[in-house]
């Protein structure tokens, strides 16, 4: 199924499939990623969890240090906001955060 | 056989075979007018069909183009159409018949985006579109696109027209006001095939060309965000690779690279992803690996007018060949490059247009000997 995600009122839809074994993200830009963990932060962000409960949901998920998965979880932001999926200030808002952890 | 996604993610599909211009390098062979087809255009209800499809196979992007969509007298019914379905759209074209009224229709459509050719100053611009007065029309129709607050795309189809005017052409289009621009690399197919001699760029005019646009990308004095498409969409295409690597440059690589490189294939296959994570629909309901295969029959894979959309994807032994090609079945020059690991063949379509071989060398590239 094919989840269409507005994850910005000001930035273009991004669209989310499951493959069962693979996530498949798409944008106005193309296919962007088939991060796993990506997806989850985009489904997280359209479900209107602030950044630090998607960061909690993940460390519950996945056998990762916090300090990289913030740093992991800044890098997808960025690219996110480079590809018009979220604003400036959104990013900026989220990154802030992530940094304060 | 191969890794490829249980269900394609993308789709090109023509909505008419029909054009109102006649560029030399069209990839699609488009038609001038209407022939005595039954099956074309499509009908709104075998649109509505198709789109049922697509959505029934969990299609994610669908690119309506052409010929030219807006020669459809009912193209603002094509997109209500689309916009009750799942997938994201957009539309490729000339914009030449985008009037006032039609774009402040579009406006209220769902589309995303409107992907102009742009190919650049009025006289080139003319030149490359086989059309007088094609450069004045699709101004006026970005004026109107813009007017409604219409996101659009520039589309800069690179050949030995173009190319000397193509900076020139940069600044052009961010004075339309269209921020980001797609340079497509020529495929040598269809009509370019037939007028290589005229429209194809040399390798080495497309080095220095590359190569300036790389500095200034770096420098941050681009005027517009380019995006370069390469045919085959490999991730490290020799047309891309090869002139870093001449200058040892490598690492800029990633400088002008779409964001949406691929990883849904294994090392060992050929970059192209034909039939593996996509396919296309041309103008008379034939199914096809990618829409530059338009004009190669032998490669269809279907027809919607006769199979399912799934039927074709899962059954389909065109598209099982083109899943399973690996990079160790390629024949020719390619066989022996030092480089084929990185590249992974260039275009399958390019390839096989010159020997009827989807395994056989991608000519085009300077490390191949034989040039055509």
């Known amino acids: 199924m094919v989840n269409k995600l507005n994850l910005d009122e000001s930035c273009k839809p991004v669209f989310i499939r499951n493959d069962g074994d693979q996530f498949i993200i798409s944008s106005g830009l193309g296919l962007n990623s088939t991060s796993e963990i990506g997806a989850r932060i985009m489904l997280g962000i359209n479900n209107g969890l602030s950044i630090l409960e998607i960061k909690n949901e993940l460390l519950e998920t996945y056998d990762v240090e916090e300090k990289d998965l913030c740093l992991d979880m800044i890098d997808f932001l960025i690219s996110l906001n480079e590809l018009q999926i979220i604003s400036d200030s959104k990013a900026k808002f989220y990154i802030n955060e992530l940094r304060l952890v | ?372």
Not at chain 2, 19 to 36: E, T
């Open chain 2, 1 to 372: 056989m191969n890794e490829y996604i249980k269900k394609p993610y993308y789709v090109d599909l023509s909505v008419t075979p029909f054009c109102n211009l006649k560029c030399p390098f069209c990839s699609a062979g488009a038609a001038g007018r209407m022939n005595d087809s039954k099956k074309a255009p499509f009908t709104l209800s075998k649109l509505e069909d198709i789109f049922n499809q697509l959505d029934e196979n969990d299609v994610m992007r669908v690119s309506l183009e052409g010929g030219e969509p807006f020669t459809r007298s009912d193209i603002i019914d094509v997109l209500n159409l689309a916009d009750k379905h799942n997938f994201w759209y957009m539309i490729n074209t000339n914009a030449t018949l985008i009037t006032e009224e039609l774009a402040k229709k579009i406006s209220k459509t769902n589309v995303d985006k409107l992907c102009i050719s742009i190919d650049g100053p009025e006289k080139i611009h003319d030149l490359s579109r086989g059309s007088v007065g094609s450069f004045n029309k699709m101004k006026e129709a970005v004026g109107y696109l813009n007017k409604y607050n219409v996101s659009m795309d520039g589309i800069i189809t690179l050949t030995n027209i173009n190319i000397d005017y193509l900076f020139e052409t940069l600044e052009l289009i961010k004075n339309m006001g269209i921020s980001n621009v797609a340079i497509m690399l020529l495929a040598s197919v269809g009509k370019a095939f037939c007028n290589k001699h005229s429209v194809e760029v040399n390798y080495n005019d497309w080095k220095k060309v590359y190569l300036k646009l790389t500095d200034l990308k770096k420098e941050d004095k681009l005027p517009v965000n380019v995006n370069i498409v390469p045919t085959g969409e490999a991730t490290h295409p020799w047309m891309l690779y090869l002139p870093l690597h001449e200058e040892h440059r490598e690492d800029d690589l990633k400088l002008l690279l779409s964001p949406s490189a691929i990883s849904t294939i294994n090392n060992n296959r050929f970059a192209c992803t034909a039939g593996t994570d996509n396919f296309a629909i041309d103008g008379y309901g034939n199914v096809y690996g990618c829409s530059l295969m338009y004009t190669e029959k032998d490669l269809i894979a279907g027809n919607v007018y006769e199979n399912s959309i799934t039927d074709i994807w899962n059954n389909s032994s065109i598209f099982k060949k083109l899943r399973e090609i690996e990079i160790d079945d390629v024949k020719g020059d390619c066989a022996e490059c030092e480089f084929l690991s990185v590249c992974r063949g260039g275009c399958r379509v390019c390839s096989y247009a010159v020997s009827k071989d989807l395994y056989s060398s991608d000519v085009r590239c300077p490390k191949c000997e034989r040039s055509l």
